[in-house]
């Protein structure tokens, strides 16, 4: 594994779940050579939701984000791989499904922001907390047998 692997917290929401689109996400990362070092289905409290969007907490739509993303189980991963949490954005898309670009999991499947279906961490630092509060017993530390190929 190279030096500059990063750790992200890449997390299916509700509407991921109800629309079938759990595999779908899976699969991107899978094929695109990041190893699953975690996984569940939770259905949170809003208490972790809080927690969880804390940064967001004095924004207008923070009540219904909260509401929404208790509304159902959520399937919480965490990724691991070179520029983990970057490409993990990239990956899913703009915040604002209409903003985000064709091939992208926000671009291809959604269109409400308030539904976008799917959340990765915005930081190394951001990651870090997201692991911790999600995953408190730990990841899996394992190794891939195609690591060798993936990574030079
Ligand atoms: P991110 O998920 O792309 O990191 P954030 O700004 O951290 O975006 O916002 C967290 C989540 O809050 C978004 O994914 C979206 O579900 C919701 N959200 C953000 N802005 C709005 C809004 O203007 N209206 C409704 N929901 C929003
Ligand atoms: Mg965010």
New binding site residues.
Partial sequence: MPNNAERTYIMV?PDGVQRGLVGEIIARFEKRGFKLIALKLEHATKEHLEKH?AD?KD?P?FP??IK?MASGPVVAMVWEGLDAVKTGRVM?G??NPLASAPGTIRGDYALA??R?IC??S?SVESAEKEIALWFPEGVIQHTMASAEWVFE
């Fill in positions: 929401k969007y967001l924004k739509f219904g984000l929404y899913l703009a915040t922001v308030g976008n959340h990765g915005d």
